[in-house]
């Protein structure tokens, strides 16, 4: 007990500690809790280094430049640079943050959904991997770059194969090449199974550690996940895979409803990140049908949440908003719609939810400050960067760091906090 208290101290003295900005974020230490929110200027990605070591990515997004929007003032650049892939440069930023200064490896990767902005994009110029197998882009580049022993995804069965001649002729002329990425992905998928002993899960609605720890699971008892939701498939809050299903085999909604949801505590410290559910309809209109408005109730109160939909205006409604209250919002954008004007005002209302809350994006386009105006400037702690939640003392605190994304050094830029977990 005294040795638990002693290092218990220890971490809440280092911790205290506030690193310098144009200096490297410091190392991780065991009992550490790392999120990093990757900016690419391509697409979603989060790197994880759990308390124990045992590491994961949440997408790998690597929107393709032969689309003219891409290069356009509508889109990020890519970052820090155009020398690379967005898929290889994530690869590099998960090979300078390896917990230990281990040879890089993922105990977890996970897929939100099938688009270009969350697991890549084929185009005629993406390279074909040195084994032959498969073109890399996105999840497929860093796969090939960095071993994944368990990769996850929401499977390509339901509601309709995606294999099937329907989706197939429902995607044929789908200028965002999901048909041929998804071909490129089973490939990579069958070829790193049969030589790298890859493992390859679908997420189990409403599962409990079905992504777990992997080093030392028996040091940690506080640390927990949630499968919240996969598939339209929506766990009810009660026993473990206990689910309800918004959709019937066959009902193709688009790939953002069939999005996986996730939730991460340690100790006192919840974290919910949901790829790119909506719950505003057509109308601008809350959807009490949506998966927002379903899953709120049972993610509960969190501390930190990332922006669903990148902060799209179809997003956090405020059924969804009031009912998470999160004191940290996290906005991974590339785009000039992220986020939407009425997004920021119900994330920052407190007829919503009364208290603090800062908000922090990865960009924020010269598009997005002309049409919000000065409210960009009031209402963003931060405006760009790699934005990395460190959450430390068993769960009970943690700060928000920024790093430089326009710096392959990936600098601080600025400290947060520390926060205190509810």
Request: glycine share 8%; proline share 6%.
């Amino acid at each position: 007990m005294l040795r638990k208290i002693a290092a218990g101290l220890l971490c809440l003295s280092i911790c205290s500690v506030s690193a310098q900005t144009g200096q490297s974020l410091p190392a991780w230490q065991e009992g550490f809790m790392d999120i990093h929110h990757i900016s690419t200027g391509r697409g979603n990605s989060a790197f994880f280094i759990f308390p124990d070591s045992t590491t994961m990515l949440i997408d790998a997004g690597d929107i393709s430049d032969t689309h003219p929007r891409t290069l356009s003032p509508r889109n990020s650049q890519r970052k820090p640079d155009a020398s690379r892939s967005a898929g290889a440069w994530i690869a590099d930023y998960v090979s300078q943050f390896m917990p230990g200064n281990r040879k890089p490896s993922l105990d977890f990767a996970m897929l939100t959904h099938y688009h270009d902005d969350h697991f890549g994009e084929w185009d005629p110029n993406r390279p074909l991997a040195s084994n032959g197998a498969y073109r890399l882009t996105g999840i497929t580049e860093v796969g090939d770059k960095i071993p994944i022993a368990t990769l996850i995804d929401r499977g390509r069965d339901f509601p309709i194969n995606l294999n099937s001649p329907e989706f197939l002729l429902k995607e044929q002329k789908d200028e965002y090449h999901i048909v041929q990425t998804l071909q490129e992905y089973w490939k990579f998928i069958e070829y790193q199974s049969s030589h790298n002993r890859l493992i390859h899960q679908e997420l189990i609605p409403g599962a409990r550690n079905q992504i777990s720890l992997k080093k030392s699971p028996q040091s940690y008892p506080e640390w927990t996940t949630r499968n919240i939701a996969v598939n339209g498939h929506i766990w009810t809050g009660y026993a473990d895979n206990d689910f309800t299903s918004l959709f019937k085999a066959g009902q193709y909604p688009g790939e953002n409803p069939l999005s996986t949801c996730l939730k991460i505590s340690y100790g006192p410290f919840d974290y919910f990140t949901g790829g790119d559910i909506a719950g505003i309809n057509a109308w601008g209109e809350g959807d009490a049908n949506s998966l927002e408005a379903n899953v709120a109730p049972v993610i509960g109160p969190v501390d930190v949440a990332t922006f669903n939909h990148h902060g799209n205006r179809d997003s956090q409604s405020p059924v969804y908003v009031r009912n998470l209250r999160p004191r940290v919002w996290i906005q991974q954008s590339w785009s000039s719609d992220h986020p939407g004007d009425d997004v920021l005002r119900r994330v920052t209302s407190e007829s919503l939810y009364p208290g603090e809350r800062d908000v922090f994006t990865t960009d924020m386009l010269e598009a997005n400050r002309l049409v919000i105006g000065d409210r960009v400037d009031r209402l963003y702690r931060s405006q760009q960067g790699h934005i990395v939640i460190r959450v430390f003392n068993r769960g009970t605190q943690y700060r928000v760091y920024v790093l430089d994304d326009l710096s392959a050094k990936r600098e601080i830029k600025a400290v947060f906090g520390p926060y205190n977990s509810r």
